[in-house]
């Protein structure tokens, strides 16, 4: 009786329509590519493609950079754009793209370098001379 019991309730009945099809539970997935990355000193924009099958959306932990559109759904490119980096040295944020309800993220490191040529005062005492 027991088994006959476990195996009418796996059965097809009325109660799933019928049919004795699998139930396919989907969990939310993010994914990006790349998972880092590397712009020059200069002002630079870097496209970050999101593979999801949720509502997402995109921030990042320093003023530095910007990101366009800042929020999606399911599959997406979005724009990351560094300014020009006048610090004199690199710098480095992160970017996270996190399912809309906060359960979900994945973190992109953001390495910014130096212009290239760029000029950087120093003082030289031996410049004029008395």
Known sequence: ??????????GGGSDNGGGDEPVVVTSDYIGVQPTSIQMP???????????ANCSWNVSADVDWISIEPASGNGNGTVTITASLNSTGADRTGTIT?????GTLEKKVRVTQGTPTGAIVPTINDNQYPE
């Open 1 to 10: 009786m027991v088994m006959m019991t476990a195996f009418a309730a796996c």
């Open 41 to 51: 000193g200069a002002e630079a924009v870097q496209e970050l493609t999101i593979t």
């Open 97 to 101: 793209v996190r399912k809309d309800n």
